[in-house]
């Protein structure tokens, strides 16, 4: 699959969130993907760009799970993303961190900008926003029971996926307090073959029902 871009459509801002945006909605139907690069630029000018992370658990327009790298997503795709997102840290003079969201039609390769936000001038290392191990997964419960309370994030990361996924399982199931909606679905996304095998958004959604 070769990589293509379409018309750039980006917003601007600065932001102080991290991680998996919440509050746009999910990918379309079909085929496509959500992809997150994180940039950073440093005072000297010198610029990285992180692994792709994809959204790929959601529940009414929430990311629920977020994944480095992405699964199954071909190198020569994810090389093109870093460098398109280089090129709007560039453009925009970001300083420290930022993140360049995407959208990516699966079967074609064409992939387009959604968003790109900056973070607050920081000094904050590369390091920072590199997965800690070979597999990582962002796993996100509003609240459990009640969504007034704060989100609750689980970092998991492993060797490998299955490693992650299995570290991630265990994790929701042994966390204290009552099981909420959030964590029963969570716990039946991870657990589905669909899932394991590296369905992701409305193709996961679709396989599981």
């Known amino acids: 699959m070769g990589a293509k871009v ?4 980006s917003s601007g801002g600065a932001t102080s969130r991290r991680g998996p945006p919440t509050d746009y909605a999910g990918p379309a139907a ?7 690069i994180h940039v950073f630029v440093s005072e000297s000018g010198g610029l990285a760009t992180g692994r792709a ?6 529940r009414d327009a929430r ?6 790298p992405a699964p199954h ?3 020569s795709v994810e090389n093109a993303l870093r460098t398109v997102a280089a090129d709007v840290a560039r453009d925009r003079g970001w300083q420290g961190m930022g993140t360049v969201a995407f959208a990516l039609d699966d079967r ?5 900008v959604i968003d790109a936000e900056a973070r607050a001038h920081s000094g904050e290392a590369v390091a920072d926003f590199e997965p800690v191990a070979a597999h990582a997964l962002e796993v996100r419960i509003d609240g459990c029971v009640d969504r007034r309370l704060p989100c609750t994030r689980l970092l998991v990361c492993g060797a490998t996926r299955g490693e992650a996924l ?3 399982y265990r994790a929701l199931s042994e966390m204290p307090g009552p099981a909420g909606i959030d964590r029963a679905f969570l716990m039946n996304r991870i657990a589905s073959r669909a899932f394991c095998s590296g369905l992701t958004g409305t193709r996961l959604d679709q396989a599981v029902g």
């Not at 992370?53 to 959601?58: M, Q, T």
């Not at 074609?108 to 387009?112: A, E, I, K, L, N």
């Open 53 to 58: 992370w994809e959204r790929c658990v959601w």
């Open 73 to 75: 997503l071909p190198s």
């Open 63 to 68: 990311v629920l799970i977020a994944e480095c």
């Open 6 to 9: 379409s018309t750039v459509m």
């Open 108 to 112: 074609s390769g064409v992939f387009r």
């Open 166 to 168: 299995r570290r991630a």
């Open 30 to 36: 079909g085929r496509e993907r959500r992809l997150d």
